[in-house]
């Protein structure tokens, strides 16, 4: 597979055009960032270790019928994905209070929710990212509403899944956020990436509020020993996943 032109640079991936049309090379960058890009680093092996979780997430997933853009990754930090456009919204699903979340609403970190939120948030960082309601969202027609019911269950479904599997892994899923694209048929797949930049996850043994934090809240909130819990989460995932083949 020859690689070819650079057809879009993000904060956290690169991704290139290939020989076919609807195939994408996504190259996961070490570069990491926060609260919209003003806080900026890198997390070393970070690019490799979230291409390599979100590979077997996305493999895991379809093989429970939900479909995503993941195709194979010929390389560590690699991944082919089908193209897609991308819906401009960052879909946040929440299981217990943490970030924007009780900064918005007061309520305590930890608080256990009664059930899971899903929100929207209006992917443009010159905007910086604002909550949507569900009005706005069709004020500014960045879905159908077919496409909000679609996209809802499919993060309840895949929420479900999740918490299931990081529970095999020791962790507890406190929130993440997906991104969805449409292919050429208009078919909604789950795209983006599912790694430690993009949910919350708590060691579900370590009491510390501090020390359980295996994600990029270390990296946020300055909390240190950043890559040891990016490994860390990988051993798992890598340990879980295999246990299953
Ligand atoms: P929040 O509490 O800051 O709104 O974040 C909710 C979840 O979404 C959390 O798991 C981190 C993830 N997230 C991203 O993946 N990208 C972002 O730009 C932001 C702000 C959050």
């Known amino acids: 597979m020859s690689v070819h032109s650079k057809l879009y640079e993000g904060k956290a991936k690169i991704l290139y055009a290939t020989d076919a049309p609807e195939v994408l090379l996504a190259d996961f960058k070490d570069d990491a960032t926060a609260f919209n890009a003003q806080k900026r680093g890198s997390i070393i092996g970070k690019g490799a270790i979230n291409c ?44 217990i209070a943490a970030g924007s979340l009780c900064h918005q609403t007061g309520l305590p970190v930890g608080t256990v929710l009664k059930q899971p939120l899903v929100e929207f948030y209006y992917k443009n960082d010159q905007l910086g990212d604002p909550l949507l309601t569900r009005a706005r969202l069709y004020l500014m027609e960045l879905a159908t509403a077919e496409q909000v019911e679609t996209i809802t269950h499919l993060a309840l479904q895949i929420n479900e899944f999740l918490t299931n599997f990081w529970q095999q892994c020791g962790i507890t899923l406190v929130d993440f956020k997906l991104e969805f694209g449409l292919d050429s048929q208009q078919q909604v797949l789950l795209a983006d990436e599912i790694s430690p930049d993009t949910c919350r996850l708590w060691d579900t043994a370590e009491p510390d509020s501090n020390r359980r934090v295996l994600d990029k809240d270390r990296f946020r909130r300055d909390l240190g020993n950043v890559e040891d819990a ?3 989460v990988l051993q798992r995932v890598l340990q879980v996943v295999d246990s299953k083949n």
């Not at 979100?54 to 010929?74: C, M, N, W, Y």
């Not at 560590?76 to 193209?83: C, G, I, L």
Request: charged share 20%; net charge positive; hydrophobic share 45%.
């Open 52 to 95: 390599t979780i979100s590979s077997r997430l996305f493999q895991q997933l379809e093989a429970v019928g939900i479909k995503t853009h993941f195709i194979d990754s010929p390389a560590p930090n690699q991944m082919r994905v089908k193209a897609v456009k991308i819906l401009p919204i960052e879909v946040v699903v929440r299981n």
């Open 230 to 232: 990016y490994q860390e």
